[in-house]
């Protein structure tokens, strides 16, 4: 079946550090990827998107590889701010309807 | 930019009562989608809405749910006896069209909590 697996959370960095969340996923024939976030005590919000393999999904900073090969759809970005703090959801989508969803990421930043 | 908007931001109801979840979806979007997330678990598909009907749905969505695009504007979720485990934030969402690399919109969610 179609799945999304997240590493799991709280990651906590310091402001201006290195960020990768990673995601990998399993899926019959070819989704497209999707990252959302939300920020405290607000909705989901569309990131950046990929649709199909080598594509690159870049947004405010942040940018992900579709990598086939290895199934994954990596999250980074080079300098974090402490407003980056929120929740970060990988997601798939097929043809179908329905988006498959990662538990989730909770990011800490610290000044 | 549009967005999607969801009323009430927060709804409390009593065990057995009907709740009526309410949204508003980006005016030139056709598919419209219901997502729910209990607290402190993943993201659930409940049902998705094209051309004034159900195109899927999930386990979840039995028959103490319902859809409604009683307009040309909202789209509502109905919940007719509320359960304990009902408890959860319901997030709308909307797209333009059906496929898959069609990105969803959200709004805020409301917050459903049964007591």
Same mark, same amino acid.
């Given at each position: 079946?179609?799945s999304?697996?997240?590493?799991e ?46 594509d690159?999904?870049s ?5 992900a590889t579709? #990598? ?8 980074e ?5 402490v ?12 043809s ?16 | ?6 009323t ?10 009907e709740?009526?979840? #309410?949204?508003?979806p ?9 997502? #729910? ?8 598909f ?12 999930s386990e ?19 919940? #007719?006896s ?11 969402a909307?797209s333009?069209?059906? $496929?898959?690399n069609s990105?969803l919109h959200f709004?805020?969610? $409301?917050?459903? $909590?049964v007591t």
């Open positions: 079946g179609n999304v697996t997240q590493m959370g709280p990651v906590t960095l310091s402001e201006e550090a290195f960020l990768t969340i990673n995601c990998t996923y399993t899926a019959t024939g070819y989704p497209s990827l999707f990252w959302y976030v939300q920020y405290p005590g607000e909705g989901l919000q569309l990131l950046l998107k990929a649709t199909k393999a080598d690159k999904g947004n405010k900073g942040f940018e579709y #990598r086939k090969e290895t199934t994954s759809f990596h999250l970005k080079g300098s974090v701010q407003s980056d703090s929120a929740v970060y959801f990988c997601a798939l989508r097929r179908n309807y329905q988006l498959i969803w990662g538990a989730g990421t909770k990011l800490i930043i610290k000044p | 930019e549009p967005e999607v908007t969801q009430p931001s927060h709804q409390v109801t009593q065990m057995g009562q709740v009526i979840l #309410r949204c508003v980006i005016s030139n979007h056709l598919y419209f989608y219901w997502y #729910r997330q209990i607290l402190g678990q993943k993201v659930e409940l049902v998705s809405f094209y051309n004034n009907e159900i195109s899927e749905k979840i969505f039995d028959d103490q749910f319902s859809v409604e695009r009683p307009d040309g504007s909202n789209f509502t979720l109905k919940i #007719r509320t359960k304990l485990e009902d408890s959860a934030m319901y997030f709308c909307s333009e069209e059906g $496929t898959g990105p709004g805020n969610g $409301t917050r459903l $909590t």
